[in-house]
T-cell receptor
Framework: NAGVTQTPKFRILKIGQSMTLQCTQD?????MYWYRQDPGMGLKLIYY???????DKGEVPNGYNVSRSTTEDFPLRLELAAPSQTSVYFC???????????FGPGTRLTVT | RKEVEQDPGPFNVPEGATVAFNCTYS??????FFWYRQDCRKEPKLLMS???SGNEDGRFTAQLNRASQYISLLIRDSKLSDSATYLC????????????FGTGTKLQVIP
């Protein structure tokens, strides 16, 4: 069982570049989430989705965009990367009626 | 007051010791509570849910105190492999199955 997968594992971006972080889950979960985790800080919710075609902002959405065209995929788009977006990005999913979230392995992003 | 607060530690304990972590939460309407474990440079993984009556899973015991709005995690007979950061998680009142993560308590078990 793959669970939640994320690509790439690592990426270095220059200021102003754009990229898409990929997230796929094979558990047929409707709920999916993107978090960022800065050193010594808790996980901050960027965006979430409650099903295909439905997304909403979390706590720290500025500088990011998402889409959810299928149940399985929930990509996160960074436009005009800034050093403040240097972080570890985690994608997670949960099944209907459950607060238990399952995480992907993360993407370590550095913007220089 | 932060929504979910934890002592960041680190807690340095010898193998075989018993260690306890507390976590306080601000939303009295919260109903779902969890402990996650996060190894260095890895993703968080669910350790255990916390039930109203308290629950145990092997060497791990979780307790909920609604009156004082805190949850606790007790680890008995600590192993080197228990070294990790333990995250307290509480459901949001805003729905959509959102949760709030604490910043974590770091545990280092020493030989």
């Amino acid at each position: 069982n793959a669970g939640v997968t994320q690509t790439p594992k690592f990426r270095i971006l220059k200021i102003g570049q754009s990229m898409t972080l990929q997230c796929t889950q094979d558990m047929n979960h409707n709920y999916m989430y993107w978090y960022r985790q800065d050193p010594g800080m808790g996980l901050k919710l960027i965006y979430y989705s409650v099903g295909a075609g439905i997304t909403d902002k979390g706590e720290v959405p500025n500088g990011y965009n998402v889409s959810r065209s299928t149940t399985e995929d929930f990509p996160l788009r960074l436009e005009l990367a800034a050093p403040s977006q240097t972080s570890v990005y985690f994608c997670a999913s949960s099944g209907d009626g459950s607060y238990e979230q399952y995480f992907g392995p993360g993407t370590r992003l550095t913007v220089t | 007051r932060k929504e979910v607060e934890q002592d960041p530690g680190p807690f340095n304990v010898p193998e075989g010791a018993t260690v306890a972590f507390n976590c306080t939460y601000s939303n009295s309407a919260s109903q779902s509570f969890f402990w996650y474990r996060q190894d260095c440079r890895k993703e968080p993984k669910l350790l255990m849910s916390v039930y109203s009556s308290g629950n145990e899973d092997g060497r791990f015991t979780a307790q909920l105190n609604r009156a004082s709005q805190y949850i606790s995690l007790l680890i008995r007979d600590s192993k080197l492999s228990d070294s990790a950061t333990y995250l307290c998680v509480v459901n949001d009142s805003g729905g959509y199955q959102k949760v709030t993560f604490g910043t974590g308590t770091k545990l280092q078990v020493i030989p």
